[in-house]
């Protein structure tokens, strides 16, 4: 991966990483407070942190203002979802913790698959 996202445990939580190093290695200025209640899959080992974040990360670039318009994001965070169950066979922090999968892990294969899908696009 060309472009660097750093998850140190006890710092930002997965969400905030995501974003933080989405930030830098974009140069935009996406809130990191925005993933702040995201971590630990919302609190409660639900929709992983880091993939939430960048489920808004999409949002933020490729989202609409009315509803007039074409919903582009809701197909690239399809796209996401889609890749993440494929590789880890869950999106759910409580899954992807049973399956020993590290935050560490889920955030760089996170942030890897989501600049493939804008890369793409």
Same mark, same amino acid.
């Given at each position: 991966m060309n472009k660097k996202v750093t998850y140190? *445990?006890?710092?930002?939580?997965?969400?905030e990483s995501i974003i933080d190093s989405f930030n830098k290695n974009n140069n935009t200025k996406i809130p990191?407070?925005?993933g702040s209640g995201m971590g630990t899959?919302?609190?409660i080992g639900s929709l992983c942190g880091?993939?939430?974040a960048a489920v808004l990360i999409i949002g933020y670039l490729e989202g609409r203002e009315t509803?007039?318009?074409?919903? *582009?994001a809701r197909f690239l965070a399809?796209?996401?979802l889609k890749e993440i169950k494929n590789k880890f066979g869950s999106e759910l922090c409580i899954d992807l *913790? *049973?399956?020993n999968i590290s935050?560490?892990?889920?955030?760089?294969?996170t942030y890897k698959i989501l600049d493939e899908i804008l890369n793409k696009n």
């Open positions: 140190v *445990k006890g710092q930002f939580n997965c969400a990191v407070a925005l899959g919302v609190t880091a993939i939430n509803y007039q318009e074409e919903n *582009k399809n796209d996401l *913790k *049973k399956s935050c560490e892990e889920i955030v760089e294969s």
